[in-house]
C-alpha cells in the first residue's frame, strides 16, 4: 500500500525522466561507436575499452555497456571470453553469403517501391543519382558511398515495407566496411552507378518487374566483384 500517492507518482515520473536519460546517453554512444566503426577508425579486430570508450562519447560506462550490447546483436562487435569486445572480423566469404541473403530482400523492396513510389520521391531519387555522379567525377569515392547507403535508404522509404527494410539494415551493417573498400576499386564506382541508375529508373517507371530484376542485376555484379582476387579485402557497394 502507498502511504504517499503523491511522492509515489513523482517518484515513477522521475524514474521515468532517468530512463530516458539512460536511453538517450546508450544511442548516443552506440551512434558514434557505430559511426567510428564504418569510418575505419574502429578497424576489425580493434579492442573495445569501456573506460576508454565512456571517455570518448562522454557517457557513463554502463551506456557504452549498453551500446556494445546492441553492436553485438547488429553483428559489428563481438565478445571474446576472457578478452572483451572488439570489432568483428567479417570475412569475404561471409560477406559474400550476407550479400545473397541482401539481394533477395532489396529486389523485394525495389518491387514495393515500383509500385508505391510517389511523384516527390521519384524526384529525390533522381537528385540522389545526381549527386552521386558528381562524387564520382570529382574522386571523391568515400562520399559516392556513403551516398549509395543513402540511396537504398530512400528506396527503403519508398518501399514501405519496415520488416524488409529492418532485416536489411541488420545486414548491410555487417558488411558496410567492405562497401568503403570495393568504392576504392578502379572502375567499380562507374559500373554500380550505372548498375542503380537502372534501379531508379525502373521505380520511377512504376515498373516491379523491371525494378527487381535491376536490383537483383546489381547485387550479382557486387557478389562478383566480391569474389574477385583482390590484393585488398573488398566488399559490397
Same mark, same amino acid.
Given at each position: 500500500?502507498?502511504?504517499?500517492?503523491?511522492?509515489?507518482?513523482?517518484?515513477?515520473?522521475?524514474?521515468?525522466?532517468? /530512463?530516458?536519460?539512460?536511453?538517450?546517453?546508450?544511442?548516443?554512444?552506440? !551512434?558514434?561507436?557505430?559511426?567510428?566503426?564504418?569510418?575505419?577508425?574502429?578497424?576489425?579486430?580493434?579492442?573495445?575499452?569501456?573506460?576508454?570508450l565512456a571517455e570518448r562519447t562522454g557517457v557513463n560506462r554502463s551506456s557504452v555497456r549498453s551500446a556494445i550490447d546492441a553492436?553485438?546483436?547488429? !553483428?559489428?562487435?563481438?565478445?571474446?571470453?576472457?578478452?572483451?569486445?572488439?570489432?568483428?572480423?567479417?570475412?569475404?566469404?561471409?560477406?559474400?553469403?550476407?550479400?545473397?541473403?541482401?539481394?533477395?530482400?532489396?529486389?523485394? %523492396?525495389?518491387?514495393?517501391?515500383?509500385?508505391?513510389?510517389?511523384?516527390?520521391?521519384?524526384?529525390?531519387?533522381?537528385?540522389?543519382?545526381?549527386?552521386?555522379?558528381?562524387?564520382?567525377?570529382?574522386?571523391?569515392?568515400?562520399?559516392?558511398?556513403? @551516398?549509395?547507403?543513402?540511396?537504398?535508404? @530512400?528506396?527503403?522509404?519508398?518501399?514501405?515495407?519496415?520488416?524488409?527494410?529492418?532485416?536489411? /539494415?541488420?545486414?548491410?551493417?555487417?558488411?558496410?566496411?567492405?562497401?568503403?573498400? %570495393?568504392?576504392?576499386?578502379?572502375?567499380?564506382?562507374?559500373?554500380?552507378?550505372?548498375?542503380?541508375?537502372?534501379?531508379?529508373?525502373?521505380?520511377?517507371?512504376? /515498373?516491379? /518487374?523491371?525494378?527487381?530484376?535491376?536490383?537483383?542485376?546489381?547485387?550479382?555484379?557486387?557478389?562478383?566483384?566480391?569474389?574477385?582476387?583482390?590484393?585488398?579485402?573488398?566488399?559490397?557497394?
Amino acid at each position: 500500500m502507498v502511504d504517499d500517492p503523491v511522492n509515489a507518482v513523482l517518484g515513477s515520473s522521475s524514474d521515468r525522466e532517468e /530512463d530516458s536519460m539512460a536511453a538517450a546517453a546508450r544511442d548516443a554512444a552506440q !551512434g558514434a561507436l557505430r559511426a567510428a566503426i564504418l569510418r575505419g577508425d574502429m578497424p576489425p579486430g580493434h579492442r573495445l575499452v569501456e573506460a576508454e570508450l565512456a571517455e570518448r562519447t562522454g557517457v557513463n560506462r554502463s551506456s557504452v555497456r549498453s551500446a556494445i550490447d546492441a553492436l553485438i546483436a547488429d !553483428g559489428l562487435v563481438e565478445r571474446i571470453p576472457n578478452r572483451g569486445a572488439r570489432v568483428r572480423v567479417v570475412t569475404v566469404e561471409e560477406a559474400v553469403a550476407t550479400t545473397e541473403c541482401r539481394m533477395v530482400l532489396e529486389g523485394l %523492396l525495389a518491387r514495393k517501391a515500383a509500385e508505391r513510389v510517389t511523384g516527390e520521391q521519384v524526384v529525390q531519387l533522381r537528385a540522389q543519382l545526381h549527386v552521386m555522379g558528381d562524387a564520382v567525377g570529382a574522386g571523391d569515392l568515400l562520399k559516392y558511398s556513403d @551516398l549509395i547507403s543513402q540511396l537504398h535508404g @530512400l528506396v527503403r522509404d519508398a518501399a514501405r515495407h519496415p520488416v524488409a527494410a529492418g532485416l536489411v /539494415d541488420r545486414l548491410q551493417a555487417q558488411v558496410v566496411r567492405h562497401q568503403f573498400q %570495393l568504392s576504392l576499386r578502379p572502375g567499380r564506382p562507374q559500373v554500380s552507378l550505372r548498375e542503380l541508375t537502372a534501379v531508379v529508373d525502373a521505380i520511377a517507371a512504376g /515498373d516491379p /518487374d523491371r525494378a527487381e530484376a535491376a536490383t537483383v542485376d546489381h547485387f550479382r555484379s557486387v557478389i562478383a566483384a566480391l569474389s574477385e582476387p583482390t590484393r585488398t579485402p573488398g566488399g559490397p557497394a
